[in-house]
């Protein structure tokens, strides 16, 4: 079975810092992996994806995530937060075999930017 | 192409009524996912189409949802005798690709 886990339910940086949201993932197949955004009121929206191809993932508005296999871990990360980037960020998995490909969520993370 | 769109935006009913939910996907998308979201929470897995076949269905799923997406196009939801634990953001997903999708906006149920 797939799963992953988002570290920490809620982070707060201030405006100009590091963001980094923190996922791990279990999968026994390799997987496909994701960053879902979700701005308030608004419905979820790709970031970014893994799909073997190169383990370091860019994505929209500067975002950007590295798949460690060793580590099961497929971190985001920003370089300096904006302060439109805050919202909830979900993490999630999917098989890579296409007959099999329902997509499963972590928990998600809200992101605050302070001023 | 306007994307996912859903429909009701919102759903109102009483406890004990059925209730349907419809998804129009993205024209070209074979793939198609319904997601339960709750506060503060991930969306949950309900149910997965690949154009008309209902693949996989969620173990948490009761007998009292079905979905069907005949044609491969369009896919409606259903819950029958709703209870108030089923209130919650119903989702709707397409995807050409596996796990790249593209959700609708949502149809938010609340049971009274």
């Known amino acids: 079975a797939q799963s992953v886990t988002q570290l920490g339910s809620h982070v707060s940086v201030s405006e100009g810092a590091l963001v980094l949201l923190r996922c791990n993932y279990s999968s026994s197949v390799p997987p496909y992996l994701f960053w879902y955004v979700q701005y308030p009121n608004q419905g979820l929206q790709l970031l970014l994806k893994?799909?073997?191809?190169?383990?370091l993932v860019k994505g929209i508005n500067g975002f950007e995530a590295e798949f460690k296999k060793s580590e099961t871990s497929f971190h985001l990360t920003k370089p300096s937060a904006h302060m439109s980037d805050a919202a909830e960020y979900f993490c999630a998995v999917s098989d890579q075999d296409s007959s099999a490909s329902k997509i499963i969520f972590g928990s998600g993370t809200r992101l605050s930017i302070r001023p | 192409d306007t994307g996912v769109s859903q429909d009701p935006r919102h759903k109102i009913t009483k406890r004990g009524q059925n209730v349907t939910f419809r998804c129009d996907p993205i024209?070209?998308?074979?793939?198609l996912y319904w997601y339960r979201q709750t506060l503060g929470q991930g969306p949950e897995f309900l149910t997965y189409f690949q154009n008309e076949a209902q693949l996989e269905k969620s173990r948490l799923l009761s007998d009292r949802f079905s979905a069907e997406r005949p044609k491969g196009s369009f896919s409606t939801l259903e819950i029958q005798r709703t209870e108030q634990g089923d209130s919650a953001m119903y989702l709707c997903a397409s995807s050409l690709v596996p796990g790249a999708a593209f959700f609708g906006q949502g149809t938010r149920l609340t049971v009274v």
């Open positions: 893994y799909t073997s191809a190169a383990t």
């Open positions: 024209s070209e998308h074979n793939r």
